[in-house]
């Protein structure tokens, strides 16, 4: 068989469901196999950052690899930022770019740039593919490296002359993977620093965000009854209502959450990765760490665990439950910083202002999206504000990227998360900064006929920029920037235009457009004054005496 439907074949034998893609003339053998495919479906994007991130989205919510598809030089280069986001966040992604003929070319280096190589630091494989007998072993090996822990991106240029080769090879069979479990040693270990200490806590990261661990996990929090937080990526793996639950460590120190870290005597550290930022700095003399994850703690200046559980975390999430049971602790302590947390993400809530500000917005588009609601974040300010203040009822219901933390990946982030979900509410929360990166993704959204609102948070600036700039003690300047009417700009695609002109229209709006279907964008004028108020002025005031 020609080797590009070889290709097309040995994606199908991994299951591979969806390639988005912009594809480009050195893809058109590619995208002929693909037209044969009867299990695959493409979706072209307007942007190849629009690709890449639904892509990897797909990647992070089934565990499986996303795949999409770029051509050579200018189209290779959008994926940079999309490969960036899934090797820092560990989501499973491939990328497929075309080349101009290897064998043979009279093009000279139109277009060509060293495409593997420009690749090769954020990805955990980038190979050009230079026969076509090698294409199942290279797929097969991809799909491995990009799903294996801990997951990433990983690349495969496809150069036009090979596509079109005959080939005789066949796609090899997946095989599943297990992961070894933690020596028992290992285990018992951790059990002791666990009922040796008198102020336990455990914090819940990215990498206990997978749907094998999840019930092990939350077994494990209820059955030894140590208080948990959360980092951003580990939002809503245990349920945020629980009793136990003291919040999401949304900044790096100072918050109120880090009263009750200062005062653990062990924080029991499941599914943390370095990449996401901080949730408290480790100190020589200070709290003791227990490490639990697939892998060993890449230690740092600020991350020195003095205990390490390595192996399949559902594996040790079990056994350590048996080995610890029930903790015999003192955790009042703890119960009055989840009050004092509960008391200040609730402030605000009811306040009538307009532009609305951030508590009030947060509080009302929680109670508009139910137990299983899904929202996107892109990166701004009001990322923070969701963090800190929305409670996660389930598991990837609050999609937010604190390891890249890049603008312009919250649009299609939802729309991924709406074309696997069709039945729940899906919406992207946008600054206007991150909307207008990759806002052209709309029209794929109507394509697609995807049920899903866009709330375009508008206050013409980049926001968190504007907020460092304050705590820096800088001038409030070079930040703002112009919008277009966003109303008009959702009719211009054949979507539906809203504009809140006074807070209580939030609710009602967000509401009758999750009612009525189809794709709706919401421009929502908000007020970051409370950022000053709330996350620099009180918090500098706190001095943890709960």
Known sequence: MKASDLFVK?????????????????????????????????????????????????????????VCMATLGPG???????AAYAHLGAFPLLMITGQKPILKSKQGQFQIIDVVNLF??????????????????????????????????VLLELPEDIAAQETNAQPYIPLNRRYAGARTFTIEHAAKFIKRAKHPLILIGAGANRKQVRNALCDFVHTTGIPFFTTQMGKGVVDERSSQCLGTAALSSGDYIHCAVERADLIINIGHD??????????????????????????????????????????????????????DADFSY?????????????????????????????????????????????????KLWFARNYKAYKPNTVLLDNALATMGAGLPSAMMASLLKPAQRVMAICGDGGFMMNSQEIETALRLKLNLVVAVLNDGSYGMIRWKQAIAGFTDWGLEFGNPDFVKYADSYGAT?????????????????FNAGGVHIIDIPIDYSE????????????????
């Open 274 to 327: 370095v990449v996401e930022k901080p949730p408290f700095f480790m100190e020589a003399g200070g709290t003791k760490v227990i490490h639990v994850n697939y892998k060993s703690a890449k230690v740092d200046e600020v991350y020195f665990p003095q205990c390490e559980v390595v192996g399949d975390l559902e594996s040790s999430m079990i056994r350590l439950k048996e080995a610890v049971g029930k903790v």
């Open 531 to 546: 950022n000053k108020k709330v996350l620099i002025d009180e918090l500098q005031k706190l001095t943890c005496l709960i």
């Open 10 to 66: 040995a994606l199908e034998r991994e299951g591979v469901e969806y390639v988005f893609a912009v594809p480009g003339e050195e893809n058109l053998d590619i995208l002929e196999s693909l037209r044969q495919s009867s299990q695959i479906r493409l979706i072209v994007t307007r942007h190849e950052q629009g690709a890449g991130f639904m892509a990897a989205i797909y990647g992070r919510l089934t565990g499986k690899a996303g």
């Open 497 to 513: 235009g809203h504009r809140i002109t006074s807070t209580d229209q939030l609710i009602p709006t967000l509401d009758a457009a």
């Open 76 to 82: 290779a280069t959008n994926l940079v930022t999309p």
């Open 120 to 153: 090769d630091p954020i990805c955990k494989m980038s190979k050009q593919i230079v026969h076509g007998n090698t294409i199942p072993a290279l797929v097969r090996e991809a799909f491995r490296l990009a799903q294996e822990e801990r997951p990433g991106a």
């Open 334 to 382: 703890f119960e009055k910083v989840r009050d004092e947390v509960e008391k200040h993400i609730n402030e605000g809530t009811n306040d009538p202002r307009f532009p609305i500000i951030p508590q009030r917005l947060v509080a009302d588009i929680r109670k508009i999206m139910g137990e299983d609601g899904i929202i996107a974040l892109d990166n701004g300010m009001y």
